[in-house]
Every structure is written in C-alpha cells, then in structure tokens.
C-alpha cells in the first residue's frame, strides 16, 4: 500500500515532468486524473508542498508549478557527481583571485547557485549554495541568456518588476538583450554594480553535456580591488568555463535533460 509520501513523491515527480513537457503550470485535476487519486486529497498534499517550497501555485491560472527548493534538492543531489569535476576550477578561481568563485544554473527567472566557494576577504556578498538570485540583475543571470532572442527575454521576464538589483541593473528585457549583445563581443561577462552596488561580477557561461544544460561560472570582486586587473580576471574565468566545458564533456548525459526553461 502507497504511503502519503510515497503519493507526494510521485505528484511531484508527475508535476515536474508535466510542467517540463508543457511548459505551463498544471491543474490538481490533471494530477488527480494522472494518480487515480481523490481531487481534494491532491489539493491537500499540493497545499503541503508548497509549504514546504516544493510546489508554488500561480495566481493567474491557479495551476501548480515546481517550486524553488524542488531545484535545490535537484542540485545538491542529481548533479553532485558531475559537478563536482569543476570544484578544482571553482577553487582555483578562489586561490588566484581570493574573491568568492561560485557556479550558476538557470531556474526560470532566477539563477540558482550549485556550487559556492566564498571568501574571507568578502565575506557579505551572498555565495552560498541554494541561493537564488534575479537572471537580470546579476552576472550569471546575464551569462545565462547571451544566447536568448530579444522575443525569449520578453516571454522570460514578462512578468517581472524590475525592481531591486544595483544601481546598474537593467530595467526592463530590451536593456537586457542589449547588454547581452555587446557582451558576445568580450572575453566574459563584466557585470558592474548590476546586483550589489560597487561589485563588479565576471561571469562566462560552460555548456555541460554530462549535465545537459549550460552553468556559469563567476567571480565577484569589489570595485576598488580590480584596479588594472579587470581584463585578467575576465579572462581567467573564461578559461574556467573553457575547463569546466571540458570536464563535463559527454556523449552521454547522467541527468535527464534541465536547460532553458520554457517560456
């Protein structure tokens, strides 16, 4: 006989590949009909996921979809083998530069931190593991999406406020497909003040085969610390991601494919 958390585990899991598949919040009705289960015990156990940060229901459409620790427990345990190849890199970035190093991926419209690597010498800014900060504040947000259209960006942040971030955070989508744009032009994405004023943050995105989906990987160093240095810190994180792009390089990915999300 199923058990209560054996019926939560497998809505969850059928949430998370619905909402992957359809790219749309799902209805307890749906789930209810999928798990030949009674609506309202559905409801009850959905009620309890999002309480727990597993599940959030929207307002608009009053439908389900995962939630942010649902990602956080994804990334501290599908992908802890894989990454922790790129430890080694992450800390070097720390040893070379002694500013926090951490590696991002993308959750919707936030940046999920999977790896952290802090600083005693900075310790205020917010490195940590299962942090989440806004994709378009930030220097991994911005490393990110390079390679979104103009159109992906609106669909992405349509529902955004913009507000928050440093005083060089952009404003709205255009800004940001802008600035994404001249950043192809660099060695790594420079963010300056864009999430913590006087912070600058260089990031450079890694396509991860063993991982299916793009991280980013960044350093943060407060301004009046850079001094001449910028261009070689851009360019040792970029290297980072070069080596991270190649540690986890595989024909044949070890988690089910978590990339873009959709729109």
């Not at 959905?46 to 994804?74: M, N, Q």
């Not at 669909?155 to 406020?161: G, I, N, Y």
């Not at 404003?171 to 950043?183: A, G, K, Q, T």
């Amino acid at each position: 006989m199923a058990t209560t958390v054996d019926k939560g585990l497998l809505l969850l899991q059928a949430l998370a590949a619905e909402e992957a598949r359809a790219g749309a919040p799902v209805t307890n009705t749906w789930l209810a009909e999928q798990l030949s289960l009674d609506q309202a015990q559905v409801s009850r156990m959905l009620s309890a996921l999002a309480a727990a940060g597993l599940a959030e229901r929207e307002p608009d459409s009053r439908g389900y979809r995962v939630g942010p620790k649902y990602f956080d427990i994804g990334a501290s345990a599908m992908h802890t083998e894989a990454l922790a190849k790129a430890r080694p890199v992450v800390r070097g970035l720390l040893h070379a530069w002694h500013e926090p190093a951490w590696l991002s991926v993308l959750s919707r419209t936030q940046v999920l931190t999977v790896q952290a690597e802090p600083s005693q010498w900075f310790p205020y800014f917010p490195v940590k593991v299962g942090a989440m900060t806004p994709v378009w504040c930030s220097g991994p947000g911005r490393a990110l999406t390079q390679d979104f259209s103009r159109e992906e960006l609106a669909t992405l942040l349509r529902d955004e406020t913009f507000v928050g971030g440093g005083p060089g955070a952009v404003r709205d989508p255009l800004e940001l497909f802008e600035r994404n744009l001249n950043s192809t032009k660099m060695t790594a994405v420079v963010a300056d003040s864009e999430f913590e004023h006087d912070v600058v943050e260089f990031s450079a995105p890694a396509r991860c085969d063993q991982l299916d989906m793009t991280v980013a990987i960044s350093v943060a160093v407060p301004k009046h610390r850079i001094a001449d240095r910028a261009s070689a810190i851009a360019t040792s994180v970029a290297d980072a991601a070069q080596r991270i792009r190649s540690l986890l390089s595989s024909a044949s990915p070890i988690v089910p494919k978590a990339g873009r999300p959709a729109p």
